[in-house]
C-alpha cells in the first residue's frame, strides 16, 4: 500500500492506464465467454431440439417394425461431424422403448439392446426421473450436475402414444475448446493493444507528470536554495498545474521579499546600533579631549618654553587633534546652521574631483536638474556627494566612466551614482557602510559610514545595486517645501 | 433388360456397378438396367410379376420358385460354383465358440430369403434342437450381409449369419470390417447365388445373357470385372447343385409346421 502510494507518478499513470487496459479487456473477455455460451447453449440446444424431434419422427417407423438395423444407421447419421462447430455432434444416442430399455444406441457395447440405462447409474438414472414428467410427448433438457454430459429427450409418438424416447447427450466439455481459443484471441487482442498504448501511456505520463516533478523538485529545494529553484523552467499553462506553478511562482517571490527586507533591517539595526556605540564613545571623548586641548594650549601661552617640553606637548597637540578629527567624522552633526544647497555646490564638486578623475583617466559626467536652493544643509549633501564620486572614481576602470545624476521629484532629491569597473560583491553588501570597512589599502573606511549618517540623519533612503561591471548608488532625501 | 441386382455380392460399389452395366450393353447390344431393393423379397416379386427380366438371387428364394425361375449361371468361387454360410461373432469376444453358446443373445440375420444369412442358423439351431424364435434375446435383420458384419463388429448384435463369399471379399475391399468379427462356424458347401431369369423369359433371350456371362472370364475387361468381384468366372450350373439348401430349407419348415 505505502510502496503503491509512494511510487511515481511517471510509473503511476502507465500502471494504472494498463491496469485500466486489462481491465476493460478481462470484462469484454467474460462478457463475451459468457454471451458465447449462452449463444452456443441456445444453438445447440435448438439443434438437438429439431435433431430430436426429426429423429424421433423418422424412427417411428423402424421402432414399430423392430428394425433395429434401420434405426442404428438412422441415429448413426445423426451422429455425423460438424467441423466448424464439434460441439454440436452427439456424444451419444439413445432410442429407450417405454419401459426406458434401450431399443438401440450409438454405443451398443456400453447401451446394449434390450438393457437399461438405468444400469450405467449416474446421469441415466436420473433420466428415467425425468421421463416421468407431466406432459409426455413435450421435449425435455435435462443437465444432471454430476454428468459431463448433458441430454435432449424427445418422445417417440405415434398417434399421441408414446413408444419410447431419443434422448441426445452432448458434451459439456466440447464448449471449453471454444472458449479457451476466445480467451487466447483475447489475451492477443489485448497484448497488442498493450504493446500499443505502453509506449503511448509513457509518454503521456512522462508529459503529464513532468510540469509535477518539476514543481515537486522546486519545492524540494525552496527552503535552502531559494535562488536556485528554477522558476524559469515551471510550466505556464491556465490548467490546475499551471495555476499551481503560478502560485508557487508567487510564493517564492514574497519568500524573496520578505528574506531581502529582513535583511535590510538586520543591516540597518545594526548599522543603529554601531551608530549610537559610537556616538556614545565619542562623547565620552570629546569632553576629555577638549580640556587637554585647552590644557595643552594654556601651557603653550604661559608655560616657561622648555624645548623639550614644547616639543613634548606639540606631539601631544598633533595626536589629540587627529583624535579629535577621527572622532568627528564618527559623529556626524548635522544640526549646525547651514546655507541651503544649490547647483552650484555640484559643479564645485566635479572641479574637486577633476584631478583624481584626470589621474585615473575616468570621465565624470553630470546630468543636474535643479533649478533652485532646497532646504537642506549644503555641507553634508556635498559631502555625501563627495564621497560617492571618490568611491566611483576609484572604482571606475582605467578610461571608464562615472555619472552623477541629481534630480528632484515630489518633494525629494534624488541622487545617483553610477560606475562601470569594479562592482561590489554579494558578502560585502550587509557590511558595506559599517565604519572600518574598506577593502581599499588607502582611506579610512568612514566615507560610505559617513554617507550612511548623513542620510539616515536626514530621514533619506540608500540603495546599491552592484553588478559585475556596474554599480549604482541611489539616494533619495527629503525636504520641505521652502517657506 | 432389367436385371435385379441383391446383396448377394458387395451390391454398393456404385462405380463398379456402372462399369459392369456399360460391359454387359456393349456385349448384349442393348441398353440394361439394374434394379436394387431393400430386400430379396421385392426382387423375388419383381422377376415372378415379370417387372424385370434377369436377378442375381440367393439359392433359398431360388429353390423355392424352382419351377417358375430359368437357372442362367452360377458363378464360380475359387474355382468351384460354392460358398459357405460364417456365423461370426464380435472379434472381442473369446468366450463363444459355437452357436450354442449364443443363447439369449442378440442375433444379426442378413435377410429372411438368405440361405448363407438366414436359412443355414435357422437350420443349425433346429437341427441342435433348438427353437430358432425364441433361442435368442433379439434378432433382426440388415437386409445386407455386409451390414451383420457391421453389426456384428460395432457389438450391436452379440452374433451373426453372413454370406462366407461376401466376407471374404470384404477382408479384402475393407479389412478394418471383417477384423472387428471372428469365425466360430463355416457350413458346408452349398450352390453360390445364381442368375436366374423369369419363367416367361424367350429362349433366346436367355441364352445370349447367359453366353455373355459364361464368356466374362475369356474377355479381358469381363475378367478384370469378375477381378473386382473376386470371382472366377460364371458356369451354366444344374438346378440340382441347391438340393443342399432345398433340404434345410424342408427341415426347417417341416419344424416350422411341426410347431
Known sequence: MIFRRDLSLRWKIPLRVMGAVLGTAIAVTAALVVWEYDEMRQNLEGHAKSLGRVLSNTLVAPVLHDDIWRSYEIIQSARETYPAAPELQAEIVLVTDSDYRVFVSSRPREFPIGASPAMRGGAYAELRAGLSGSDPVAQRVLEPADSPLYFVMTPLVADGVALGHVILGYSKVSFVPRFVGLVKRAALVTLLVLLLIVPVSWIWAARTGAPLLQLAEAMRRLPGELESSSLADLPYSRDEIGQLSEAFRRLVGELKQKQELEGQMLVSERLAAVGRLTAGIAHEINNPLGGMLTAINTYRRHGNGDPLATQTMSLLERGLTQIKHTVAALLVETKMQDRSFAAQDIDD??????????????????????????????????????????????????????????????????????????????????????????????????????????????????????????????????????? | MRIGLTPVFLDDQVGFLGQWRAWLEKKLGRSVVFVQRGSYREIVDLLRSGKIDFAWLCGYPYIRHRREFGLVAVPLWRGQPLYQSYLIVPAGDLRTHSLADLRGKIFAYSDPDSNSGFLYPQFLLTSQGENPATFFSRSFFTWAHRKVVEAVGIGLADGGAVDGYVWETLSEVRPDLTRATRIIDRSSQFGHPPFVARGDIPNGELKRFQSVLLGMADDPEGSELLGRLRLDGFAAGQPTLFDGIAKMAERVSGRMMRK
Open chain 1, 349 to 483: 564638486l566635479l572641479t574637486l574631483v577633476e584631478s583624481e578623475a584626470h589621474a585615473r583617466n575616468v570621465t565624470v559626467r553630470a546630468d543636474v536638474r535643479l533649478d533652485e536652493a532646497l532646504p537642506l544643509p549644503a555641507t553634508l549633501i556635498r559631502q555625501i556627494i563627495l564621497n560617492l564620486l571618490l568611491n566611483a572614481i576609484d572604482a571606475a576602470e582605467q578610461g571608464g566612466r562615472v555619472e552623477l545624476l541629481a534630480t528632484l521629484d515630489n518633494q525629494r532629491l534624488k541622487l545617483a551614482v553610477k560606475n562601470d569597473g569594479l562592482h561590489v560583491p554579494q558578502d560585502r553588501m550587509d557590511t558595506l557602510f559599517e565604519p572600518f570597512s574598506t577593502t581599499r589599502e588607502q582611506g579610512h573606511g568612514l566615507g560610505l559610514w559617513i554617507v550612511y549618517q548623513i542620510v539616515r540623519q536626514l530621514n533619506g533612503e540608500l540603495s546599491v545595486a552592484s553588478e559585475p561591471g556596474f554599480t549604482t548608488f541611489d539616494i533619495e532625501i527629503p525636504y520641505d517645501q521652502p517657506a
